[in-house]
Structure formats: structure tokens, C-alpha cells
């Protein structure tokens, strides 16, 4: 059982000399600021089956082993960042040394003079690197979202949502598939933030990107173009199928209860454009009739869905 308050690492020793694993094995008993969970593999088919096991926190991967090398075993882990690779040699060597860490391994370590101490620096080194890509890449990621997502409802932006759509304008013309556009605005939205403020006024484009999100599928995408407007792009749907997804949104956010306050509940409801894509559409011929049809549905009273005439009738 691992001691208590000692944090636990799990470590695969990839080696196939026996007399090699043990000297790791006995140096890495003697570290005593962490307990060691080992796992040995001197095979192909051993580190297959250790590695299906998971959970691996460090790899020891000698670059010498048998059926497949370090290198080409590196490369392959690297490629799913499992876990961090140190690479082992029996010989030391600068240039295995460079194409390792080259080659996406966290840290190098020669079997020459090996030491508990120099296996602990070269451990403690290589997690220290690992945390901190780890963290990099998590930084990056987040600046890619921040990127793409309207920071408030946490759908695409204007800019994201247009290049998928012209993703998706390009594939419905390769392949002659359907697509269909809606663009929704929130009724009466200056008023809700006149009388409830805009905090309040917030909350009611949460509730309608969540309600747009909860209401189409993994397909389709849904984005905030500005203020109180918002655009569902559908793949693979004609009107007549977009113009019931649109009525079953229209529906839906009809029926949500928002609370101004402990006391005060409204409701919002919203105007849809429905336009299908043409052959000869543009990204901005598409909205534009998308566009078109959401103020004829202001125009006739809110709170009701409207359908562009196809673009060669139009």
C-alpha cells in the first residue's frame, strides 16, 4: 500500500534486459519523497498490455529494444501524449539525446553512471516540463476558444460561425445535399433590458443559446452574430425540415420562465428567418434571405417563424 501523504507515481520501465530493470527498480525504492507503483515491460506485447492498462504517469523507454526501437516506440507515445518519455540509453550520447527530445521525449537519461540521484533530477526534471506543456497547451486551447466563442453565451462568434458555414456551403454543393440556415432575434429585447436591466438582459441570451443548443443536433451549428441575434446553421435539412426545427425553438423558448427578480417572471419569445441554401447562394446571398425572412416575421406580428423563397424564385 502506498504511504500515506506521499504522492503515488505509476512508472513503466520499458527495457528488455532484466539486469537493467532491476538497477532501476532497486534506485527508484530508494527515493523516499514519493511512493512508486512499477510496471515492467520487456516486449512488445508487455507494453501493448501495460500501456491498455492506463494510467501511466512516466515512462523509462530504452531506445534499444527488441521488434520495434525506442524511437519508433517514442514516436508512437509521443503522438497520444499518454504520459511523459524518458528516454534510456546504455551508452551516452549527444546526438540520441537531441533526436529524442526532438522526437517529443520529456527527458534523457544514460545507463553510464547512473546514480539514485541523477534518476531522481532526471524524474523530478521531466515531470516539472510535462506540468508545464501540459499547462502551455491547456493555455493554448483556451485562447483558441476565446478565439472562436462569444464570451457571454458561449456559442461561436460572428466570425466563427460564418467559416463553418462556408465549410458546410462547400460541402452541400460538392455533394448536392441540403442545407438550411436560421437566423433568430429576440423580441422586444431593448425593452427586457430597459425594464430589467442588463444583467437581466444577459441571462435571457444564456437561456437562448442554451435553448438553441438543447434543441438541435451534434450537427449543426449555432453562433451569436451580434446583440440579440443568433444563427443555427443545419446540414443536410431542407426548408421544410428546417421550418420544423425552427417552430420547435420558437416553441420552446416561448415557454422558458426567466426570473428578474425573487418576485418578477417573464417571458421572451423570438422572430425566425428560414432560408435554404441554393446551388448559387453565397455565404451572403444565404443570410441575406435568411435575414429577410426574420423581419417578415416581425413584420407579421413576432413570435413566429417565416421561410425565404428559394433563391432561383426569389
Known amino acids: 500500500m502506498p504511504l500515506e501523504g506521499k504522492p503515488v507515481l505509476k512508472v513503466l520501465i520499458c527495457d528488455d534486459d532484466p539486469v537493467d530493470r532491476k538497477l532501476i527498480r532497486a534506485y527508484l525504492k530508494h527515493i523516499d519523497d514519493r511512493e512508486f507503483i512499477l510496471v515492467e515491460a520487456g516486449s512488445e ?29 517514442l514516436s508512437e507515445l509521443a503522438g497520444t501524449q499518454l504520459a511523459p518519455v524518458v528516454m534510456v540509453t546504455g551508452f551516452g550520447s549527444e546526438e540520441i539525446a537531441a533526436e529524442s527530445i526532438q522526437e ?43 478565439a472562436l466563442h462569444d464570451p457571454l453565451t458561449g456559442v461561436f462568434n460572428r466570425r466563427a460561425i460564418l467559416l463553418r458555414l462556408e465549410d458546410q456551403m462547400k460541402h452541400a454543393r460538392r455533394y448536392q445535399e441540403d442545407l438550411s440556415v436560421l437566423m433568430l432575434d429576440i423580441d422586444h429585447f431593448k425593452t427586457v433590458n430597459d425594464r430589467y436591466g442588463h444583467l437581466t438582459g444577459d ?27 443568433f444563427i443555427a446553421t443545419l446540414p443536410r435539412t431542407d426548408a421544410e425540415g428546417a421550418s420544423v426545427v425552427a417552430e420547435r425553438l420558437r416553441a420552446a423558448v416561448a415557454n422558458k420562465t426567466i426570473s428578474a427578480d425573487a418576485v418578477t417572471e417573464f417571458h421572451v419569445t423570438v422572430s425566425i428567418g428560414v432560408a435554404a441554401f441554393g446551388s448559387n447562394d453565397t455565404t451572403t446571398s444565404l443570410l ?4 429577410g425572412a426574420m423581419y417578415t416575421a416581425k413584420n407579421s406580428g413576432r413570435n413566429t417563424v417565416r421561410v425565404a423563397p428559394a433563391p432561383w424564385s426569389a
Open 104 to 146: 517529443g521525449a520529456i527527458g534523457y537519461l544514460s545507463k553510464v553512471g547512473l546514480s539514485r540521484d541523477r534518476l531522481q533530477s532526471t524524474i523530478d526534471k521531466s515531470l516539472s516540463r510535462w506540468r508545464q506543456l501540459k499547462q502551455s497547451q491547456a493555455d493554448q486551447q483556451e485562447l483558441e476558444r476565446l
Open 288 to 291: 441575406d434571405r435568411a435575414d
Open 45 to 73: 506485447e508487455e507494453i501493448r498490455a501495460a500501456l491498455e492498462m492506463g494510467a501511466i504517469d512516466l515512462v523509462l523507454l530504452d531506445v534499444q529494444m527488441p521488434e520495434k526501437s525506442g524511437m519508433e516506440w
Open 203 to 229: 441571462r435571457v441570451l444564456c437561456m437562448l443559446a442554451q435553448c438553441l443548443l438543447d434543441n438541435v443536433r451534434e450537427v449543426d451549428f449555432i453562433g451569436r452574430t451580434g446583440g440579440e441575434e
